[in-house]
């Protein structure tokens, strides 16, 4: 396992694990962290090996956001340049890697700590884990993609209602919204979650990739531009050696062995 100070970064059975290292403070983020986050997101966009990516943290924390002491002082911090250069990259770093991304949410995710879970593909979740749109209380508002996030998940009502009074939404809360795709046993929770990213990674992710792309895309196309970009999409799918494999593995009724190629 390759250490930066405070990320950890592991590649195992085309699984890349990025954790965020910082138990004590429950993975409250520098602006160092964000840019290893970036740097390893990029890192598991090019690398061949790599079909799926978790985001995790060590201990109770998944991250309580922005590290508030590193913030504090006598001098004002220009938050707008902090969001740009920390986490705005992050947030398009993971919309933009053409492998699917795991949020694997180990316990608390406040502030931007949570938006960062919610900018991954898919989410799993302790039993333990909470959600929380911590900004309120001291004063900011969303980012992260907390504005542009929140109200696609939940209408815009209750994402004002989340930002607004900045309360817990539960790991089984947030299943019941479909936010999170499975919730784990805190004790399971390192096992069960690999085992979840590694099925994905046994999908054929070029079609993942795909999809993921042709999903964003959509979200801001009228329903004619839409249908435009799948037609392209699906052109480029169906060259895919796994889209051949697949369709052999039918008609040869076996299992498929996809390469994400
Ligand atoms: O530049 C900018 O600021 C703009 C960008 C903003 C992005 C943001 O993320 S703003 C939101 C920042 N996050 C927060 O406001 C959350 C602050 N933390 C909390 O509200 C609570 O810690 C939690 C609800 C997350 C968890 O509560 P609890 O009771 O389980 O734990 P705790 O005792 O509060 O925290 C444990 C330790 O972590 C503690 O350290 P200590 O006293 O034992 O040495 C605490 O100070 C530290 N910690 C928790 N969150 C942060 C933090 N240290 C620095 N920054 C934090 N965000």
């Known amino acids: 396992m390759a250490e930066h100070q405070n990320v950890l970064f592991e590649i195992s059975q085309g699984v890349a694990t990025i954790t965020l290292n910082r138990p004590e403070k429950l993975n409250a983020l520098t602006m160092d962290m964000l840019h290893q986050l970036a740097l390893l997101i990029a890192k598991c966009a090019e690398h061949d090996d790599v079909r799926a990516v978790i985001l995790t943290g060590v201990g109770r924390g998944f991250s309580a956001g922005q590290d508030l002491a590193a913030v504090q002082g006598n001098q004002p911090v220009n938050f707008e340049q902090v969001v740009r250069e920390g986490y705005n990259p992050v947030v398009q770093g993971i919309a933009a890697c053409p492998k699917p991304v795991i ?25 333990s884990a909470v959600f929380i749109q911590a900004f309120t209380a001291i004063g900011l508002m969303p980012d992260s993609g907390g504005t542009w996030f929140l109200p696609r998940i939940f209408g815009l009502h209750k994402a004002k209602e989340l930002a607004f009074l900045g309360e817990r939404l539960t790991a089984a809360e947030a299943k019941q919204w479909g ?7 805190h004790e399971n929770f390192a096992a069960e979650s690999f085992q979840f990213a590694h099925q994905i990674a046994t999908l054929p992710t070029a079609a993942l990739a795909m999809t993921k ?49």
């Open 103 to 127: 949020a694997a949410v180990n316990g608390v995710a406040a502030g931007a700590g949570a938006n960062l879970a919610l900018a991954c593909d898919l989410l799993v979740a302790a039993e």
């Open 179 to 185: 936010m999170v795709a499975r919730i784990f046993t």
């Open 213 to 261: 792309a042709a999903m964003h895309q959509a979200l801001s196309l009228p329903l004619a531009e839409a249908l435009d970009a799948e037609a392209k999409w699906q052109g480029k799918a169906g060259l895919t050696t796994d889209h051949a494999e697949g369709v052999a593995a039918f008609l040869e009724k076996r299992k498929p062995h996809f390469q994400g190629k």
